[in-house]
């Protein structure tokens, strides 16, 4: 904390001496997060999944990065693997229906959600992006019946 950049530097000698060791990376991934280098982050995080090619939370992190960054086919790429592997987890397919309605493809979006609502019928996350897409659907009363859910859902959370 007094010294980040010098922080930095050991975390990259770190990386360095133990290419084997993930926590290393993930250190390093965060660093180049809190940097504003989205692009060294995503480089970090993949080094993470060569280590643990079963980090479901990194291949999550990899797609929302890369979602951040505008660039949707990458973050599909990532978040589709991702949805595939772990389809019981609902936090990957409400971010790849946050992707799909960045896109604009909100019938694809509606799909993801209403799959993260079988597995958890009161999950807000996925009730409130759900309000979002019939937000921009114009089905306005529909996005606030969704909102007033997320609202109860998490209450029972």
Not at 42 to 56: C, G, H, K, M, T
């Amino acid at each position: 904390e007094q010294d980040p950049d010098k922080a930095f530097a050991v975390t990259r000698m770190w990386t360095q001496l133990h290419p084997e060791d993930e926590d290393a990376f993930r250190q390093l991934a965060a660093f180049h997060m809190y940097r504003g280098e989205p692009g060294e982050q995503v480089a970090a995080l993949e080094q993470v999944l060569r280590i643990d090619p079963s980090d479901f939370n990194t291949l999550q992190s990899i797609g929302t990065t890369y979602r951040e960054m505008g660039r949707y086919e990458d973050a599909a790429r990532w978040l589709e693997k991702f949805v595939a592997t772990y389809p019981e987890r609902a936090s990957g397919r409400i971010e790849l229906a946050r992707l799909y309605i960045d896109m604009a493809q909100r019938e694809r979006a509606r799909e993801e959600l209403d799959q993260v609502l079988l597995l958890e019928n009161r999950n807000p996350a996925a009730l409130r992006a759900l309000a979002e897409v019939e937000a921009r659907e114009g089905q306005l009363a529909e996005a606030r019946k969704r909102l007033e859910q997320a609202q109860i859902g998490r209450a029972h959370v």
